[in-house]
């Protein structure tokens, strides 16, 4: 069995796999208790392959890379909820059950066969070992000679390369935390003085926004790109009109299809965080973020607006927030959009009365997750007047009216259709934001935190992200010549592409900052 979606087909089958040929000899050679131990343990083997192939096939379908046992099992349950906020608690449960029985009853059957062919090979053991003798040769001859059929191997070790694979990533995996540890407690800011952070930016609003799923496909891709293209550029043209200009680049993200909050953190800690074990490793430590920053200094207020967050929150502390503004501290009152617990337009307004357009002593430097591009894509929100908005019933209707998930999520082309318009819709829910409430001191940072799933981003497709950053004032955005990004809100093909770990620290120096390195 392959490991992608793709390569699942007849083709793949017709092989002599290696692991039959050896399994077949070992049982032969073993008496009679023995060898029911073996067939036993080699069905239950079966079994765990199948299922990590099965695993390898939804995450490589979703993310765009394989599973792994190290580090993978906590993405599980995000998974079940994420299908019970998509398509109903009743069909995640359902699925959940329904993958425990499958696995199972494939455990059953393959004991059940593996034991039955025990039998049969003890039973014709002359006539089985000629057998076994005869595919041991011709496997070893088609080896030798590179024999292949439907474009791979005739004698194949697919099985057994894919448990090494995976233990390969296993050990890997493990070995990566030490390292990882060491490399978070060095810090080029660690110990910079808050006088000498960000003395650039004093005086500014400044807003980090991240965009749910806005990755590169959107602008390039023949399908999305046309109306994100038109959408761009009328907001370059409106935000232009209003008095700001952009400039934009492109990011590598740490992550791909999901797992948004590897994205933002690699954004915000300077350091490469692309799995779960390296999240946790950084936001238990004392690692700068670029959000905590602004909050050193002593110059700034801090806030986090996320509207995805629907419990606890304890990264709100290393994120430098001193208040954190969740799905239930905005006050919504509309449907939910599928995952999305509220349209970008709204949780922006909230954010707007409630934390933005409230009087202060000091600026504001806020954190703000968009949702509404998250996948599946439907229903999507649509454009209300802000003066409408209220407390968000006025969804009610679009939401009834829009499209049904399960109408999406198993439609390849109508997927990256939506995915497109969702991304249209939070471009514009932002940019109007800003047209309608930043001021001459307002600097907006917006990027997306990965490409959507690999299946709407496309075959091979790129792990880039689009960056602008948008201002009135004129000095804001020629600390950042040097960066050579592209004038407005769509990034040219060849604009610069930066790991996207490498942000904060360019970041920090463009405004102002000194480095004082800390080791830990």
Request: hydrophobic share 40%; proline share 5%; net charge positive.
């Amino acid at each position: 069995m392959p490991s992608t979606l793709p390569a699942l087909g007849p083709g793949s089958f017709v092989r002599i796999p290696a692991e039959a040929v050896v399994g077949a000899v070992v049982l032969l050679a073993l008496p009679r208790r023995p060898r029911l131990a073996a067939a036993v343990l080699y069905g239950l083997g079966l079994t765990v392959l199948t299922a990590l192939n099965l695993l390898d096939m939804g995450f490589n379908e979703y993310l765009g890379r394989g599973f792994n046992a190290a580090l993978d099992w906590d993405l599980l349950p995000d998974a079940q909820a994420y299908v019970g906020d998509t398509l109903g608690g009743g069909v995640a449960t359902a699925a959940a059950v329904g993958a425990a029985v499958l696995v199972v009853l494939v455990a059953a059957v393959m004991v059940a066969a593996t034991v039955r062919l025990a039998g049969v090979l003890a039973r014709h053991r002359a006539r089985a070992t000629k057998g076994a003798l005869v595919a041991g040769t011709v496997w070893v001859t088609c080896s030798a000679l590179g024999l292949t059929l439907f474009g791979a191997p005739v004698a194949s070790e697919r099985g057994a390369g894919a448990l090494r694979v995976h233990a390969q990533r296993t050990v890997e995996s493990l070995r990566d935390e030490a390292a990882f540890a060491r490399e978070a407690r060095s810090d080029t800011f660690g110990a910079t003085p808050p006088e000498q952070l960000l003395t650039d930016l004093r005086g500014k609003d400044v807003v980090f926004t991240f965009i749910e799923s806005y990755g590169r496909s959107a602008i390039e891709d023949p399908v999305m790109a046309p109306g994100v293209g038109r959408t761009l550029d009328a907001s370059t043209r409106a935000l232009e009109k209003a008095g700001y200009a952009a400039r934009s680049g492109w990011l590598t993200s740490a992550t791909y299809g999901g797992s948004s909050w590897l994205g933002h953190s690699t954004t915000m800690s300077g350091l490469w965080i692309d799995n779960q074990r390296r999240y946790r490793t950084v936001t238990a430590g004392d690692h700068l973020t670029l959000t905590k920053a602004f909050q050193k200094t002593g110059a700034w207020d801090t806030a986090g607006v996320m509207p995805g967050v629907q419990k606890g929150w304890p990264e709100e502390k290393w994120y430098g927030l001193d208040r954190l503004y969740d799905a239930f501290d905005l006050g919504y009152r509309g449907p939910k959009f599928s995952w999305s617990t509220m349209p970008d337009q709204y949780a922006l307004e909230a954010f707007e009365r409630r934390v933005h357009g409230v009087e202060r002593d000091r600026p504001l430097m806020s954190f703000v997750i968009l949702t509404s591009s998250h996948q599946p894509w439907a229903p999507i929100p649509r454009m209300v007047g802000w003066d409408e908005l209220g407390d968000g019933s006025v969804f009610d209707a679009i939401q009834k009216a829009g499209n049904k998930a399960s109408d999406v999520i198993t439609d390849t082309t109508k997927s990256r259709q939506e995915y497109g318009k969702s991304i249209q819709y939070s471009v514009t829910s932002l940019t109007q934001w800003l047209q309608r409430y930043g001021t001459d001191d307002t600097v907006l940072v917006f990027l997306g935190d990965h490409q959507p799933i690999a299946r709407v981003s496309g075959v091979r497709a790129s792990r880039d992200v689009p960056v602008s950053i948008v201002a009135k004032d004129p000095k804001v955005l020629d600390r950042i010549a040097g960066w050579h990004w592209t004038e407005g809100l769509k990034p040219a093909r060849d604009a610069p592409v930066w790991k996207m770990s490498s942000f904060r620290d360019r970041f920090l120096k463009a405004y102002g900052s000194t480095p004082h390195p800390s080791t830990g």
